[in-house]
């Protein structure tokens, strides 16, 4: 194969639980922890809890930094049951219980789970799907508490006694070459908790025979998420985009690095957020070590060797 170049805060060390609650709290249980304005998140956790728990969200800009996050602290007199206060709250305000590593480090992996693991006992919230085994809380009002039952964690992963396996992995990406209508070309790129879902990471080549994306994942750890977006993307802009069969664009989901160390994707026909049309772009060329894309005429097309394929690899005479 040839190769193309985030106050209040309790510190919490909680029992394993797994069962419905003993006793459940009330909104006026709730009314000394908490001041007129500040979002009362009360939650039970039925899944084991061995770490602090903190509230991640868009009070502080979704900021992971854990210094910088609310804690949940135990509700006295309710096992089981934890409550958090935050103070700078409004009511568009979204946000998520993460139980935190054993070491005190945030990861994304250890979030509540999808919209079915949740009870709602008081108060309001809308509860909306996430992207991969996980929910998006949203619509909070602060005039009460809300009181919540969690059934499991996302994936029901848990980081108690959990033991990390690395895998080392090559994903293969089929995908739309993506230009604007200035004809600036955007490379793809992945991002996932492997790189704190920052500045997505270019393709380590691609591959002449298929005109595949690769991306090598060195010692990557297993259960780790990823999605795809545009190189140079920073604000989520511009995603590879997939449609359903009603004909609807959405955004390309999480996918969880697990056994298979060799993943192949094919989003070939889906589309970048913010990318043109091939038709609206008069001319692109980018160089890529022997092989040229080129998008010209309102084709796609590779010239490579003095040959030209299409997006397929087929050779086109």
Request: charge should be negative; aromatic fraction near 14%; charged fraction near 20%.
């Amino acid at each position: 194969m040839k190769k193309i170049s985030m106050f209040f805060a309790a510190l919490v060390v909680a029992v394993a639980s797994f069962a419905t609650p003993a006793k459940t709290p009330t909104k006026n249980d709730l009314a000394d922890y908490y001041e007129p304005g500040q979002l009362c998140v009360c939650v039970y956790f039925e899944e084991e809890v061995c770490n602090d728990i903190v509230f991640a969200g868009s009070y502080n800009g979704w900021n992971t930094t854990v210094a910088e996050m609310v804690k949940f602290a135990p509700l006295e007199g309710f096992e089981g049951w934890y409550y958090v206060a935050v103070t700078d709250a409004s009511e568009d305000i979204q946000g998520k219980p993460v139980q935190l590593k054993g070491d005190g480090s945030f990861d994304w992996m250890y979030q509540t789970g999808d919209v079915a693991s949740w009870t709602v006992v008081a108060g309001t919230v809308n509860i909306t799907p996430g992207y991969d085994g996980e929910a998006d809380l949203k619509g909070y009002s602060t005039a009460e508490p809300v009181i919540l039952i969690s059934a499991y964690f996302k994936l029901h992963n848990t980081p108690c006694g959990y033991v990390a396996e690395y895998k080392d992995y090559i994903i293969r990406l089929n995908a739309p070459f993506c230009a604007g209508a200035d004809g600036t070309y955007y490379d793809a790129a992945i991002i996932g908790d492997f790189n704190g879902w920052s500045e997505g990471v270019a393709a380590n080549y691609i591959d002449e025979e298929t005109f595949e994306y690769v991306f090598e994942l060195k010692q990557a750890e297993k259960t780790r998420a990823f999605k795809f977006k545009a190189l140079g993307d920073t604000d989520w802009s511009n995603q590879i985009q997939l449609q359903n069969e009603n004909g609807e664009w959405y955004d390309n989901p999480n996918i969880t690095l697990g056994d298979e160390t060799t993943i192949s994707i094919d989003y070939s026909a889906g589309k970048y957020t913010l990318c043109a049309d091939a038709t609206d772009v008069e001319e692109v060329v980018v160089e890529k070590a022997s092989a040229v894309k080129v998008i010209k005429d309102g084709q796609m097309v590779i010239e490579m060797n003095g040959k030209f394929f299409n997006i397929l690899g087929a050779e086109m005479k």
